[in-house]
């Protein structure tokens, strides 16, 4: 915290092995945590004064002393206990200000080793466009197979509101100036006076600014935050990703017409998504879709100001095409004094049909208002063939350049942009739709009791009432609450679709989809409300596709008979014919993980997998897999380019869609670096799995199948006994980690779980993670692999160097055992025998935690042996470097949150103690980056 900062190379075990990154290009990266530990240090003597600093300081290098294994960590949770609650919330706001700055520095140190990299002409690196179309221009590709897997090639990072993202967007503005800072220092002169006086005041509100929120995010607050990282990031980055791959591909096979539309398309949730969520209602999806269109159309407007600006071309100089003067002629500008300046009429002229367009579909103009109206577009397409009027315009007389640069990018912008910024799916529980839908047959007279009818009964029914044009009920029938908020929020859906364009609300996603029937459901409520028309002349039409979700670890089993089930529906197979013959299906890997454990849930996904891709190349159809990856690898994160490429064969296809959630979308893309690296990440993956053959199993691919099908159930019989079977671990779970003062923290507008009860089942997977990484147990992302790696090697050699093979080998095992290790890597069972004390049965407590130690030595023991590395990040130094520097930090932390949670457990109602608890949640969720 002050100069004494510990150096990056001082972190390691004594007399145990260099690190793989040790290198002297890290330098930069202990000065700036120097720099910043120094200033924290000195902002809080002034602050709190020299006892605070003196605590802080000498809590900082015991911390430091038992990472190198000096000291035991007794010591130091003692004498944190004795704090009285006001010295332990300056203690634990101290250490959660350095994890943000530490986070800070390591991000800018990230990207100067990239621009490092790209200064001295190295090789691309894995993972971006450079690399892979290198790795495609060495396949030499039949052209024709390109156009094949690649069309209707769709990249789709879907954005969410899942509530794991803790810090205030006050401290990420204020980390915004911080990483500006270190940048501006990095090759070239500042002043230093300035410079140190910028960052101080920096720091300084850093530390006079409340962490927590003082109430719980609203979802409006949610669907204003996703939005303020298009102008971070996502306006400039996406469409150049676009334009750059469109090129490179057509460059590679001009014949091919490969791209006709972007590839890379963002799609939010917030505001969609109400699957147990009751502020999700008919208002929430207005306010989203309007809010999305402004930010859109404010952002074109804005750019068409700035580029009427720089066009000041004069007539009597240069010679415009007619279609400009048509435009200019068009624009109703009269003005003199631009009389000689076409392109600055004309493009007034574009200003104005635009204001008119948002003022259609929004209300109001976002900009300023405009003199004159003219009459709107009507699709972007029309304002896209007025900018290429312009374009060539410019082009004709030898002003190139200026097309290539604003010009260009605004096209770019409104052709992924559009009017209606992004796609806003819905998502609703199956359940929901059967109880709603149960009410408007009975309602109507088709069908008394719906829910008692079987399986084949219900798709009979369904199927008949989309034969038929007319609606179950009347606008005015008087309807349960539940019903009434459904339907509501469908015509609320409908009406944005009528306004922005079927992009606007592209898919509806089921939950816990399980049936034909829980499919044809949801086509019947679309019809209701007009979405839907299976009367159409030319075959029945919807522009919302039907998107069902396999969560569970049956759901994902029976995955691939359900999706045969509903293609061989005539009528649903028609519809699909009118969308282009492509079916999306989305994967849960959240409650899988849940319900099954880590193995099993990766093999029952990538099984589901390949059924899905065997039933659409059957039906004759288009699958798209549309991946719900959480921040965590307890719920499917991890490094997305890897995963990717560890797909099954045939799995991508040219197109995915992924979500964003939480913590991860400011980790991704707060900055334009971090936004193209993560992009060009998801698009290059996405192109090598298309198009390349990655898997490499070749005809072993059955016996490894049938390898992980062993692995996979002995994995989740041993996840199972602890956690769905060992009788008190639901008791053990809740008094061992903080899930139930987790609920007070206000980070989301969704309730911690679906529905009352204390069942695990009931939990929603989000907090069932978050708690297990604030225990540093990360129970999610292991338990039960060691047990099904040991007892299927059973000591016989020859499997192990079966395994070993597999690894080598397979991206899907290697990626799986990699992600494993970076979560071993992140456990402290240590520090989790401090959480272990909080379980007041004494038996329980020991049975539970013993279970889970000896399973984590079996874990952490096979993967090693598996993998032949000696520690667990030996293919992850950044990792690795990453924990040295960060993890010190979190030691004071932990033992704070657990005095504070035993405190208020036993009786203290002090509101500082209650905060305390919720800092160290948000300071060790902030040091662990993906804790959610």
């Known amino acids: 915290m002050s100069e004494a900062t510990v150096d990056v190379a001082d972190l390691r075990v004594p007399g145990g092995p260099a690190e793989p990154d040790d290198r002297t290009d890290d330098a930069p990266l202990r000065e700036d945590m120097r720099l910043l530990g120094r200033v924290l240090g000195q902002v809080i003597g002034e602050q709190a004064g020299a006892d605070v600093l003196e605590l802080v300081e000498s809590t900082r290098?015991?911390?430091f002393r038992i990472r190198r294994s000096e000291v035991d960590r007794a010591g130091l949770a003692d004498r944190l206990a004795a704090l009285d609650v006001r010295a332990a919330n300056h203690v634990i706001r101290a250490f959660s200000h350095f994890s943000l700055l530490a986070n800070l520095a390591e991000d800018v140190h990230h990207e100067r080793r990239r621009r490092h990299h790209r200064r001295e002409g190295s090789p691309p690196q894995k993972g971006s466009l450079a690399a892979t179309f290198e790795l495609l221009d060495r396949a030499a590709l039949d052209p024709a197979v390109v156009a094949t897997e690649l069309q209707g090639a769709l990249v789709s990072p879907v954005v969410t509101a899942h509530p794991t993202e803790v810090r205030r967007r006050t401290i990420s503005q204020v980390q915004q100036q911080v990483s500006s800072l270190l940048r501006q220092r990095d090759g070239r002169d500042v002043d230093e006076r300035a410079w140190s006086a910028h960052l101080w005041r920096e720091v300084l509100t850093l530390w006079q600014t409340a962490l927590l929120r003082l109430s719980r995010l609203r979802l409006a607050d949610e669907i204003d935050e996703a939005l303020r990282y298009y102008d971070l990031s996502l306006f400039a980055v996406v469409p150049a990703i676009n334009a750059e791959v469109r090129q490179a591909l057509r460059q590679r096979w001009p014949d091919a017409d490969l791209l006709p539309r972007p590839m890379l398309l963002p799609v939010s949730w917030i505001g969609g998504d109400r699957d147990g969520n009751p502020f999700v209602t008919a208002d929430a999806v207005r306010r989203a879709t309007t809010r999305q269109a402004e930010t859109a159309l404010g952002h074109h407007l804005a750019e068409l100001v700035c580029l009427a600006d720089e066009l000041s071309m004069s007539d009597r100089l240069v010679t415009p095409t007619d279609a400009v003067y048509a435009l200019a002629d068009a624009s109703g500008d009269g003005s003199p004094f631009r009389a000689d300046e076409p392109y600055r009429r004309a493009l007034r002229g574009v200003y104005r049909r635009l204001a008119a367009t948002a003022q259609r579909a929004i209300g109001s103009v976002p900009g300023p208002a405009p003199d004159a109206e003219l009459p709107p577009y009507d699709v972007p397409e029309e304002l896209i063939a007025d900018l290429d009027a312009v374009d060539a315009s410019l082009r004709s007389h030898g002003a190139g350049p200026l097309a290539d640069d604003r010009l260009a990018r605004l096209r770019d912008a409104v052709e992924v942009f559009g009017f209606h910024l992004c796609g806003l799916d819905m998502r609703q529980n199956s359940a929901v739709h059967e109880e709603v839908l149960a009410e408007l047959l009975a309602w109507a007279g088709v069908c008394g009791d719906y829910a008692a009818l079987d399986e084949a009964a219900?798709?009979?029914?369904?199927?008949?009432?989309?034969?038929?044009?007319?609606?179950?009920?009347?606008p005015d029938a008087e309807l349960s609450e539940l019903a009434r908020g459904e339907l509501d929020l469908l015509v609320a859906a409908a009406r944005q679709v009528a306004v922005l364009g079927p992009q606007a609300?592209?898919?509806y996603v089921i939950s816990m989809c399980e049936s034909v029937s829980d499919v044809l459901e949801v086509a019947v409520l679309l019809k209701e409300v007009g979405l839907l028309d299976t009367g159409a002349e030319g075959g029945p039409v919807c522009p919302i596709g039907i998107s069902p979700?396999?969560?569970?670890?049956?759901?994902?089993?029976?995955?691939?008979?359900?999706l045969a089930?509903?293609?061989d529906q005539p009528l649903y197979r028609a519809l699909l014919a009118g969308r282009g013959d492509v079916q999306e299906v989305m994967l849960g890997y959240s409650d899988s993980n849940k319900d099954g454990g880590y193995l099993a849930a990766n093999w029952a996904l990538y099984r589901a997998e390949l059924s899905l891709v065997e039933v659409a190349r059957r039906h004759g159809v288009r699958l798209r897999l549309f991946h719900g990856r959480g921040g965590t690898v307890g719920r499917g994160g991890g490094p997305s380019y890897e995963a990717i490429r560890a797909q099954p064969p045939g799995a991508v296809a040219g197109a995915l869609r992924i979500t964003e959630q939480g913590e991860v979308i400011a980790a991704k893309y707060a900055s334009p670096d971090l936004a193209r690296r993560n992009l060009e990440a998801l698009v290059a993956a996405t192109l090598e799995a298309s198009l390349l053959d990655v898997e490499g199993l070749g005809d072993d691919a059955d016996d490894a199948y049938a390898l992980l099908d062993d692995l996979a159930g002995r994995a989740q019989g041993a996840y199972r006994a602890l956690v769905h079977e060992t009788p008190g671990f639901v008791e053990w779970f809740r008094a061992a980690t903080p899930i139930r003062e987790l609920a007070e923290l206000n980070i989301g507008s969704r309730p911690p779980s679906r529905k009352a009860g204390d069942r695990i089942g009931d939990l929603r997977a989000i907090p069932w993670v978050f708690s297990w990484s604030q225990a540093r147990i990360m129970l999610p992302g292991w338990y039960g692999t060691g047990t099904a790696l040991e007892s299927w090697v059973d000591g016989d050699e020859s499997r192990l160097a079966r395994l070993q093979e597999l690894h080598r080998r397979w991206p899907f095992f290697r990626t799986v055992l990699s992600n494993m290790g970076m979560v071993l890597a992140k456990t402290d069972l240590g520090l989790a025998a401090r959480y272990a004390e909080l379980v007041p049965d004494p038996e329980l407590r020991d049975r539970v935690f013993g279970q889970i130690t000896a399973e984590h030595e079996r874990t952490c023991r096979m993967l090693l042996a598996v993998t032949g590395d000696d520690h667990l990040l030996a293919d992850n130094p950044s990792l690795?470097?990453?924990?040295?520097?960060?993890?010190?930090?979190?030691?004071?932390?932990?033992?704070?949150?657990?005095?504070?949670?035993?405190r208020r457990r036993d009786g203290d109602d002090d509101e500082l103690v209650r905060r305390c608890i919720q800092l160290t949640i948000n300071g060790v969720a902030t040091a662990l980056r993906n804790s959610g």
């Open 880 to 902: 690795a470097r990453s924990i040295r520097n960060r993890f010190p930090y979190l030691e004071p932390l932990h033992h704070l949150q657990v005095e504070m949670l035993r």
């Open 549 to 562: 979700l396999f969560e569970t670890i049956d759901d994902l089993q029976a995955a691939g008979a359900t």
């Open 505 to 507: 609300i592209p898919t």
């Open 61 to 63: 290098l015991e911390a």
């Open 565 to 567: 089930a509903m293609l």
């Open 458 to 474: 219900r798709v009979e029914l369904l199927s008949g009432e989309l034969r038929v044009r007319r609606p179950l009920v009347r």
